[in-house]
Nanobody
Framework: VQLQASGGGLVQSGGSLRLSCEAS????????LGWYRRAPGKQRELVAW???????TYADSVKGRFTISRDNAKNSVDLQMDELKPEDTAIYYC?????????????WGRGTLVTVSS
């Protein structure tokens, strides 16, 4: 499975960005698609992920501000990020989780940098 991510960039606090990711290759066994991030000096954390059936999970820190959406026909997942804060600054990674593998496992895209200025 290959993951191609796009989006990211520099935005002021309170602004919005949208990340997109498309999976290719053998994707029949992929359940969750999602986004993780690694902020400077911190460990990688789950931002949000969504199951093939549409069930989404969010980190508490982004609930109400970020929205994850998935298109199963296109094997794609988007992350709409609104009300961005400086603490959202991080490298964001797209992830595809084969069924049953669990969080922090599976296939990874190249990271895309999101920088939120205060």
């Amino acid at each position: 499975v290959q993951l191609q991510a796009s989006g990211g960039g520099l935005v002021q606090s309170g602004g919005s960005l949208r990340l997109s990711c498309e999976a290719s290759g053998y994707t029949d066994n992929i359940d969750h698609l999602g986004w993780y991030r690694r902020a400077p000096g911190k460990q990688r954390e789950l931002v949000a992920w969504v199951s093939r059936g549409g069930s989404a999970t969010y980190a508490d820190s982004v609930k109400g501000r970020f929205t994850i959406s998935r298109d199963n026909a296109k094997n794609s997942v988007d992350l709409q990020m609104d009300e961005l804060k400086p603490e959202d600054t991080a490298i964001y990674y797209c992830n595809a989780e084969p069924t049953g593998w669990g969080q922090f496992r599976g296939y990874w895209g190249r990271g895309t940098l999101v920088t939120v200025s205060s």
